[in-house]
């Protein structure tokens, strides 16, 4: 199975030399096609960053991030935005709809961006979200949806141009726990389903049961792994607690 | 921090952001001070009498006008004001939150508008000295003054208005605001930009409806203006009223209906809507079009106020001066009558004189004053050339009594302008007037074809239209019906005599020999009941002149001050939404969509959101100026369309650098916005 995602010992600072932070300091992992890989950490122990980092919103200080073979610490600023669009999918923890648009046109954005043709554009939109079960819900407006809706919607946005790499950001952080549970069910039937590959930052261990594997981070760096056997999703959950209990900070939620 | 240090830095951060509200300010202060300062300029030329009065004259309309146009800009101001507040909802939230007090707020408010104020006061004066200086040169040509000797112009006078208009205006933005800022509640404030916008849409039969309704206000306000006379448009008082009224209703219906409309029609066309940014443009642009209606139909009739005052202006101007010059074809015309009653009918028999002679009693030597002199004597009588006047639904009928002269005198006229003679037949009679008013041509040319039969001394006399001409034959200020018969020489006897005009053309052209043959002249004794006038070049060009410098200050004034009220309206609008804008337009980067998408997406909702007014404008426009057109040709003179063409591209360019500035002005926004996400200072 090819890498989708390399990260070579990324750092990134903050400051100045007598004053330096270091968010992330000599970060390494990779992600196969087909994975749902959760990263977990307390606030501030750099998991917001290196999201930002592999999603090219923000650049790394050192090291290298290769997605599908390609370096993106090295590319023109015109090349990351066109790679953004055609690679990466976004989920973000407020939905970040335009409330401008309806359901249908939110989703059409990614394609249109894309310049796929017309055509294409509808047929694919209705597709994507019969996947999620959001076909009720194209005719209406961010507004005039419930928050579970309203990810869905942004999921499909992100999922509707076929990205290499799905990038969320506490997708459920502003959901409640029914929609959360439905959201998650998604993610995981479109890599089931549709073979996409997500990297989900989260710091709810509730959330992260739902990944195949688990990054832990701490003070910006690698601190733990973990991989989902045949186990239940409780047994999972049971081992994620554990190492967020050692990982410390955070406040459990219960499941 | 003081309040008024917070107000300083806050001015100074937004200065770059409203650099087009500044601009129109300081643009605003600048054009009131240099219209108003027009009386001073007589200070650097040498003005006769009448060059005084005129700026006199001008001087007093400048005064009604400003008033009017201070009412426009103080609208203008206070509205940008309304924009700039509730940009910065969340700003005056903070400081409320952080303990400051309303009055405090106000406070800080109340500086930035005097900052504001003072500063765009002192630029638009000092642009205004500047440009005035300018100006005066204009003015001088315009009336044909000469620069006596060039030198710093001021006009405290001016100056002090402007201040105390501005000042005033100020104020009353101030109490505005202070007053937009006290009946706010905290939680409104802090959560401004968070509040959902409600998309109330009408149904798009609604819509269609409407649409038609406007197109049908709109299409009747035309027909009133075209179908009826011209004429008829001004005296009439009604339908002149029904037009204006109709046509603003059918504007704004207009506008209301294209939020409904316009979208869904595009929305039929999957291609296009889905093509790139256009769905995000078109939903932009229909979330705000629910209230943005209004400020689009101002800007709609404010730019047709401005295009039709302005090509109007112009061209009627250059018409005045251009016809007027060709109206003097002597250098004076002295002209012996006898004086009549209130009834028009003489007090007694004009006994006719010879002015020549008259003339060598006072001394005057007309061989040694003047190149060439001419007497020539009028004849009346009871017959009467009806012309029919078209392009009036009425339809004037115009009898004036023909002026018979004899053919010889209208041959040595003809001579003396450099023109060829003519010939009569024996049973002849030939026509000529002035081609001054193109609807009394047409009534000639008509009445040339089918003319009455002529009896004199019973000789009865026919014409044809080859024996019409067109020559101007005298000085004179109003020469538009002025229709002669010219018949041979031993016909007019048994004619009374109407008048004696003796023509002249100067020696030596200059002021002095003006002057003396103007003293000379008025020594000339008739008898009691007989009048003498006389009018020369210099009377009919100041005439001229005058009508012409007042006509183009008062369109130049009112229309630039239209043109930048409406262009500034869109530009402030457009750059506040742009801001509003800043997390939509950051979120479809975040998507990966590039700059250039970006960008194309700007510049087409800013170019709609100009362009849609604007070309609802120029049809207004067209229909408006082709009416003043023709009322133009029926009391006046001339054709203004030429003058449209010239008045039309300067407009074009003040609007299009508008939207140049505020697309660069909404590119800057978020660009700058972008790059202090990336850097991670916001």
């Known amino acids: 199975m090819p890498a989708i995602l390399k990260a070579e010992n990324i750092e990134k600072y903050y400051g100045n030399k007598s004053n330096l932070t270091k968010a992330l300091d000599g970060i390494g ?20 960053t290196l999201l930002n980092c592999i999603s090219t919103i923000d650049s790394a200080s050192a090291g290298k991030i290769l997605i599908n073979g390609k370096d993106i610490t090295a590319m023109s600023p015109k090349a990351v935005a066109k790679f953004r669009r055609k690679s990466l999918g976004f989920i973000f923890q407020d939905f970040n709809l335009l409330d401008t648009l309806t359901a249908y046109e939110n989703i059409a954005l990614a394609l249109s961006i894309l310049k796929t043709p017309a055509k294409e554009i509808d047929a694919r939109v209705r597709n994507v979200a019969e996947v999620l079960g959001i076909s009720e819900t194209l005719g209406k407006y961010p507004y005039q949806m419930s928050g579970g809706q309203r990810q869905r919607v942004a999921c499909a946005r992100a999922i509707v141009a076929n990205p290499s790499l799905i990038l969320a950001d506490e997708p459920t952080g502003a959901l409640d726990s029914r929609s959360a549970r439905t959201l998650l069910e998604s993610f995981r039937q479109l890599v089931r389903d549709l073979n996409a590959t997500i990297l989900m930052v989260t710091h709810d261990a509730f959330s992260a049961s739902y990944c195949s594997r688990i990054l832990f981070i701490r003070d910006g760096r690698l601190f733990h792994e973990l991989i989902r056997s045949d186990e239940s999703r409780k047994q999972f959950f049971d081992r994620i607690i554990e190492v967020v209990s050692l990982l410390g900070g955070d406040s459990v939620e219960i499941c | 921090m003081k309040s008024a240090d917070i107000a300083l830095r806050n001015v100074k951060k937004s200065l770059r952001d409203y650099a087009v509200y500044f601009l129109t300010l300081t643009f605003g202060v600048c054009i009131f001070y240099v219209f108003n300062a027009l009386e001073s300029q007589q200070e650097i030329m040498n003005v006769t009498k009448s060059q005084a009065a005129i700026f006199k004259e001008l001087g007093s309309m400048m005064d009604a006008i400003s008033a009017f146009i201070s009412i426009i800009l103080g609208f203008l101001i206070v509205y940008a004001n309304r924009f700039l507040i509730k940009r910065r909802k969340k700003e005056f939230g903070v400081y409320l939150m952080l303990g400051m007090e309303k009055l405090k707020v106000s406070g800080i408010l109340v500086m930035e508008t005097l900052y504001v104020g003072f500063f765009s006061l002192l630029a638009g004066l000092a642009m205004g000295v500047m440009l005035s200086q300018g100006m005066a ?36 933005a101030l109490i505005f605001n202070t007053y937009a800022i006290n009946k706010q509640t905290l939680v409104g404030l802090l959560y401004a930009n968070r509040k959902n916008e409600s998309f109330k849409t009408p149904r798009l039969s609604i819509s269609v409806a409407i649409f038609l309704l406007a197109i049908g206000c709109l299409g009747y306000a035309y027909k009133i203006v075209l179908g009826v006379g011209p004429s008829s448009i001004i005296t009439d008082f009604k339908s002149f009223t029904a037009a204006v009224s109709l046509g603003a209703a059918g504007t704004f219906l207009f506008f209301f209906s294209m939020s409904g409309f316009f979208l869904k029609l595009i ?9 790139n940014l256009n769905m995000f443009v078109l939903r932009q642009i229909n979330s705000k079009i629910n209230t943005a209606y209004v400020s689009m139909t101002m800007v709609c009739l404010m730019l047709f106020v401005s295009v039709c005052t302005l090509s109007t202006g112009m061209g009627l101007s250059s018409n005045i001066s251009g016809k007027m010059k060709e109206e003097a074809p002597f250098d004076a015309s002295l002209t012996a009558y006898g004086t009549q009653d209130e009834n028009g009918s003489p007090v007694e028999a004009y006994p006719g004189y010879d002015l020549v002679a008259a003339a060598k009693e006072q001394g005057l030597d007309l061989d040694a004053l003047s190149s060439r002199y001419l007497a020539v004597r009028y004849y009346g009588g009871e017959k009467t050339i009806d012309l029919e006047l078209e392009n009036d639904s009425a339809g004037i009928i115009l009898d004036t009594k023909a002026v018979f002269i004899k053919l010889s005198d209208y041959n040595a006229v003809l001579e003396m302008e450099g023109l060829a003679p003519i010939t009569l037949g024996e049973n002849e009679y030939a026509v000529n007037y002035a081609p001054i008013n193109l609807s009394v041509r047409k009534a000639m040319d008509k009445y040339m074809e089918n003319a009455d039969v002529i009896t004199l001394r019973g000789v009865d006399l026919r014409t044809s239209p080859k024996n019409l001409r067109r020559y101007i034959l005298e000085v004179s200020k109003n020469l538009d019906y002025d229709a002669n018969i010219i018949v041979n020489d031993e016909l007019v006897e048994g004619l009374p005599i109407l008048r004696d005009t003796l023509h002249m053309n100067y020696l030596i052209q200059n002021e002095s020999s003006e002057r003396m043959f103007r003293e000379k002249l008025s020594g000339i004794r008739l008898s009691a009941n007989s009048k003498l006038q006389l009018l020369t070049r210099e009377d009919v060009m100041e005439t001229s002149n005058s009508a012409t410098t ?19 309206v869109l530009a ?10 800043i997390y939509r337009y950051g979120l479809l980067r975040k998507l990966g969509t590039d700059d250039k998408m970006i960008n194309k997406a700007l510049l087409s909702q800013i170019s709609i959101y100009f362009g849609v007014p604007m070309m609802l404008a120029i049809v207004h426009s067209v229909v408006g100026i082709s009416a003043a057109d023709r ?21 074009l360019i003040i609007y299009f650098g508008y939207f140049l500035a505020t697309y660069h002005g909404g590119k800057g926004i978020l660009t700058r916005d972008y790059y202090l996400q990336r850097k991670g200072i916001e």
């Open chain 2, 267 to 275: 929305q039929q066309s999957k291609s296009l809507y889905l093509k």
């Open chain 1, 29 to 48: 992992f990779e992600v196969e096609a087909g994975e749902f890989v959760g990263i977990m950490g307390a606030s501030g122990s750099g998991k917001t």
């Open chain 2, 137 to 172: 040169l204009v003015t001088a040509k315009l009336l044909q003054a000469s620069v006596s000797s060039f030198k710093f112009m001021f006009s405290s006078a001016a100056l002090l208005k402007t201040i105390i208009y501005f000042g005033v205006i100020f104020l009353l």
């Open chain 2, 631 to 651: 009322l133009v040709i029926n009391f006046d003179r001339g054709n203004i369309l030429s003058g449209s063409l010239f008045t039309s591209c300067i407009i």
């Open chain 2, 550 to 568: 007042m006509v183009t200050y008062l369109s130049v004034y009112l229309g630039i001050i239209f043109l930048i009220a409406a262009a500034s």
């Open chain 2, 572 to 581: 402030i609008g457009q750059l506040s939404e742009t801001s509003d804008n």
